[in-house]
Each structure stands twice: as C-alpha cells, then as structure tokens.
C-alpha cells in the first residue's frame, strides 16, 4: 500500500498542529488509500541545516539526517500539516525541506493549513515554489482551517463536513497522482549503493 507521510510543521510550544494532524492522520486511515505515517518536526528535531554536503543524498554525516532521509525516501506522498506565522509557512518546516533534495523529488503534496480568519491560506501559496523547486507536485485540493482555536475541544480537532469532504478530495488526488508519480522518483536505495 502507497505510504502518506504526514508532517507536522509547527514546533512551538502550545501548538494545534498534532490536533489538526491527529484529526486528518484518521480522515487518511478511514480513507483506506494509504499506509500512514506522522512525523512531527518537534521531535525530529533537526538543527538549522547543518549537513557540511550540498546535495549529499548517499553521504549524509548526522545520524538526525540519515533518520530524516529514511522516512521521507519512505514516502509516496506526502501531507504539511501547516500554520501560518507571519503571513508564511514555519522555520522548521523551510529547514526540514532544505535537509533533503532527491527523497522529494516527483512526489505529490497536500496542504492542511490552519490559522486565524485566512485559515493559514498565505502560508500555503508561499510554500509553493519552494516544493516545486524541490520536484514536488503540489496539488489543488487543499483543507483549510479557519479559527482553527473553535474547533479544538479539549485538545482534539471538531472539524466540520467542509474540512471533512476537502480531506476526501485531497487524499484521492495524492492517490492517483502518487501512482502516476512513482515511475519518475529516483531509485535512492539503488543510488545509495553506487548503483545508477
């Protein structure tokens, strides 16, 4: 079964993000479409990138690194569960991204993005070029969470049928898009063995 990496972008103490996760990471299971996966950045934990290789891909230094490559090679699409601070997307999500290059590459990518009145939705434009520099295919259909501060009670998300149904449509599109997708990713285990 296809493997969705849903990643939590937010650090900061007293975060929604792991509520708003927590709620699609079940969308995603009952979905059925996937073998899901959640990684929260939090306890990842990567330092400012700190790899002294451009591009390293089989000569990654720190073990941290080497964890990160694993689960993102691992993936065949991949969710940000996302904030918007200052108009953007986080720190640690840009630092997360910039860790890898070729584990992104031709996979495709949704946005749950959450926030006061925009609902996060600047955040999720900004991001764009960089995931399409990276060789990712960031998809339309997109869940955004408005207020999202209403809809958790007592540490769990409440979404609504809208959130609910624009998760039904992302996670079919990353379905077909991963399977279309997949004959274009690198071989990493291959590259990472001198192989071509």
């Known amino acids: ?23 699609f990471a079940a969308v995603a299971r009952e979905h059925g479409g996937f073998d899901v996966e959640i990684a929260d950045l939090a306890e990842v934990d990567l330092p400012l990138l700190n790899e002294p290789n451009d591009d390293a891909r089989d000569d990654y230094v720190h073990e941290h690194t080497k964890r990160w490559s694993a689960t993102v090679a691992a993936a065949d699409a ?4 996302m904030p918007e601070y200052n108009r953007t997307f986080t720190a640690p999500l840009k630092n997360a991204l910039d860790y890898l290059y070729y584990e992104w590459n031709y996979k495709p990518v949704g946005l749950v993005s959450y926030g006061g009145v925009s609902g996060g939705l600047r955040a999720a434009y900004a991001i764009k070029p960089a995931l399409t520099a990276l060789r990712m295919v960031p998809i339309d259909d997109g869940v955004t969470i408005s207020r999202v501060r209403r809809h958790i009670v007592d540490g769990r998300l409440q979404a609504d049928e809208m959130h609910t149904e624009s998760a039904a449509e992302m996670l079919d599109e990353l379905a077909k898009l991963g399977t279309a997708l997949a004959p274009l990713r690198p071989d990493l285990m291959t590259s990472a063995s001198g192989g071509s």
């Not at 991949?78 to 569960?81: E, L, S």
Request: charged content about 20%.
């Open 1 to 23: 079964m296809p493997r969705l990496l849903i990643v939590i972008a937010s650090t900061r103490p007293g975060r929604r993000g792991a509520a708003v996760a927590d709620w």
């Open 78 to 81: 991949v969710v940000f569960v």
